[in-house]
């Protein structure tokens, strides 16, 4: 069987090898992700040309992710590098102080309008979580603070306000231009990071169409507020990151695994993929195996049904990755097994408002019921592959297109597995001949094995499938339908 969740991986400088990048993919990768934070455009097209290239090699379609850098809400630069901050002591973020000026009393900070939104009281928390700051005054360009956990500070850290509530708007002008980047790599999903409700992602959808992009947007959950508008966000959306990193630190660890099983079954509810991401194998940017701790977590994603998990650091400047890669997929695959990744009852009691919807739980219903080794799906734009795809049922969908859009596009869903498939006729007869042969052709089924084919009556139509056809495979013929 092949591994149904999806591993999403990030690229970096330990990446640049094209040797040790397709070891990656050969490892189980299914989506690349580019972070738009480092590097220049021209790097980004070229990194997306070679993951294709390499792709072709190994005769995969891999899906690209473009994840824009967003409003960099930073500290700036210490004139030695770094400080050590302790307990009790006073330090002074400084919008007005020059970039590269910081010293042991204060530090300039990227995100100019810092002063507008926190006040005297707040909790300000540096570098994930590793220094907190208490607010003691504000002024017109500094923030004055008394450090509550201290430790070692370096240049560029990250600072949140804890409980959110910076006013930093989504899309920069930085990602402006980045949009353009990401359309011109042809990437398949866009990440916005920061969002804050469904707008932000619609202007970043309109600004990627405008630029010629195609794919689909991807709303990172990492701000607070995101959580109070979460469902018109997911609404908005292809998919939603909950990225777990800012978005910990805004809410607290505590109560970061509850949200994190909320988001996955809204987002599965509301018929969107999931994507669960932030330090999941850390320890393996420098060791060779996983800890305990994160076998456990990436297996309780796969178990609450996450579409993908990803990884980061681990790929992007790890000594290892490509058994980072090896290992989350033997973890994926274990927690698969279990009988609590397969089981469901999604949508039980509900209606359907369209007929490929309908068509699509249908089909999920009687492949749980009736034994079926496959499950093929004839699509145009990849959503009635989607739709199976919220179904629990360890039974692998096939989606047979022949547009690589929607091939590249389905390898971030669950349970999905893209192939490149154009039959020139309009006869349904040797249409399900042709496909099942497909099967046949890379062995994913046997003689005797039932296979449910979902298409529609007019080929080439999106958003047009009516009909399931139950076929068993026959020896000679190569079908024999029911």
């Known amino acids: ?47 997306a040309d070679q993951v294709r290239a390499i792709a072709r090699i190994q005769a995969r379609e891999i899906g690209i992710l473009a994840d824009l850098q ?21 330090f002074i973020l400084d919008t007005a102080l020059p970039e590269d000026a910081g010293t042991q009393e204060r530090v300039g900070l990227t995100y100019k309008g810092m002063t507008r939104d926190v006040y005297s009281g707040d909790t ?20 004055h603070t008394q450090v509550v956990i201290g430790g070692e500070l370096s240049n560029n850290k990250g600072i949140n306000r804890q409980g959110g509530g910076l006013s930093a708007p989504a899309l920069t002008g930085k990602d402006h231009v980045d949009i353009q980047t990401a359309a011109a790599l042809h990437a398949d999903y866009l990440a916005v990071s920061f969002p804050r409700d469904a707008k932000d992602l619609e202007d970043a959808r309109a600004l990627f169409r405008a630029a010629g992009g195609y794919g689909g947007i991807v709303a990172k959950i990492e701000r607070a507020e995101a959580l109070t508008t979460l ?28 949200v994190q099983k909320y988001i996955i079954h809204r987002a599965r509810t509301l018929n969107k993929v999931v994507i669960t991401a932030t330090q999941m194998m850390d320890s393996m940017i420098y060791s060779q195996v996983p800890t305990r701790a994160e076998v456990f977590d990436v297996a309780n994603a796969v178990l609450d049904g996450t579409d993908a998990v990803m990884l980061s650091a681990e790929t992007a400047v790890g000594q290892y990755a490509d058994k ?54 004839l699509t145009e734009s990849g959503s009635t592959p989607l739709w199976m795809s919220r179904i629990s049922s360890g039974i692998p969908i096939y989606a047979l297109t022949p547009h690589v859009e929607t091939q590249r596009k389905v390898t971030l869903y669950r349970d999905v597995y893209p192939i490149n498939f154009d039959v020139p006729t309009s006869d349904h007869t040797r249409i399900n001949l042709a496909a099942v042969r497909e099967l046949l052709r890379r062995s994913v089924v046997q003689e005797g094995d039932l296979v449910i084919i979902t298409k529609g009556d007019f080929v ?19 079908s024999q339908e029911h």
């Open 460 to 478: 080439g139509v999106q958003g047009k499938t009516n009909a399931m056809k139950i076929v068993r495979v026959g020896a000679l013929a190569g």
């Open 1 to 47: 069987m092949p591994r149904r969740t999806k591993i999403v991986a990030t690229l970096g400088p330990a990446t640049r090898d094209p040797v040790v990048l397709a070891r990656m993919i050969a490892a189980g990768v299914d989506v690349v992700r580019i972070n738009f934070s480092h590097g220049r455009a021209a790097d980004h097209i070229a990194l």
């Open 231 to 258: 469902d018109e966000i997911i609404d908005a959306s292809d998919a939603v990151m909950i990225a777990r990193g800012d978005l910990g630190v805004e809410i607290g660890d505590a109560e970061l695994p509850g």
């Open 70 to 90: 967003g409003p960099k809400l930073r500290i700036d630069r210490f004139r030695e590098g770094k400080i050590v901050l302790q307990e009790g002591d006073d």
């Open 324 to 377: 980072a890669v090896a290992a989350m997929d033997r973890i994926c695959r274990g927690a698969e097994r279990q009988r609590l990744a397969i089981a469901s009852d999604y949508r039980v009691n509900q209606n359907f408002s369209r007929i490929d919807e309908a068509i699509a739980m249908a089909t999920m219903y009687t492949a749980n019921h009736l034994g079926v080794k496959a499950i093929i799906a």
């Open 124 to 143: 300000l928390v540096l570098d994930d979580g590793r220094i907190v700051l208490q607010v003691t005054q504000v002024t017109e360009t500094l923030i």
